[in-house]
Each structure stands twice: as C-alpha cells, then as structure tokens.
C-alpha cells in the first residue's frame, strides 16, 4: 500500500513537501505518480518517477515549481511543492505502479485507475 502525508495550510508562495511511503513494495520496482484533485474539478496527473533510471515527468501547470525525489531505502517518495498558488489547492494523491517505462509525456490522469496500489490522499489548501 501507499500512503500520504505532509499536506496543510500554507500561504501563496511558499512551500509544502508531501511524502509518499510504501509498504509491502520495493520502489526499486515500482514507480509513483501523483495526482491531485480540487473540489469540484477532475483528477490531475502531477508528477510521477520511474524506478530504475529516476525517469521523471511533470505536468506543466507544475513544472519548475514542484520537484520529486525518492529515499528507496525509507521506501518513501517525495513531492516538494515550491511557489505555491491557490490553484494548486487540492487533494493530492499519490499512486504506485510496477514497471519500469511507464512515467513519461503520455502519462496522465487516465492511469489513475491502471495504477496498482492507491493512496487515500492528504489535502493541500493555499490560502491568505
């Protein structure tokens, strides 16, 4: 399983890091991606990394604000979130899946239900 932490309150531009630790997998293995979900909208494919060569992908609403990286040895897998907007206000899921090819430019929100394990989320709110 995955689970999520670090979510919050912060104020626009600063920053939050959530965190991602899986059990009973090897993150060796398997990848992460995460999504995230604001009321009353559909669910965002964020971020996501391959095991093996790190291979990362981020949406471009996010790119060059938020960054991902991994400790396999915590078995945990991390999404800093810099810079942050009210926008990026959402629930933020994130979602494991064996393999090692499948995180790149294709990669989106319709892999939600393709992703092998899921996490229950944790609720990020920006605001002043």
């Known amino acids: 399983q995955v689970v999520e932490s670090g979510g919050g309150l912060v104020q626009p531009g600063g920053s939050l890091t959530l965190s991602c630790e899986a059990s009973?997998?090897?993150?060796?293995?398997?990848?992460i991606g995460w999504f995230r979900q604001a009321p009353g909208k559909g669910r965002e494919a964020v971020s996501c990394?391959?095991?093996?060569?790190?291979?990362?992908y981020f949406s471009a609403s996010v790119k060059d604000r938020f960054s991902i990286s991994r400790a396999n040895a915590k078995s945990t897998v991390y999404l800093k979130l810099d810079d942050l907007k009210p926008e990026d206000s959402a629930v933020y899921y994130c979602?494991?899946?064996?393999?090692?090819?499948?995180?790149?430019?294709?990669?989106?929100?319709?892999?939600?239900?393709?992703?092998?394990?899921r996490g229950k989320g944790t609720p990020v709110n920006v605001s002043s």
């Open positions: 990394m391959n095991p093996g060569d790190g291979k990362t």
């Open positions: 009973g997998i090897s993150l060796d293995y398997y990848g």
């Open positions: 979602a494991a899946r064996f393999g090692f090819v499948w995180c790149g430019d294709s990669w989106d929100s319709s892999s939600w239900p393709v992703m092998d394990y």
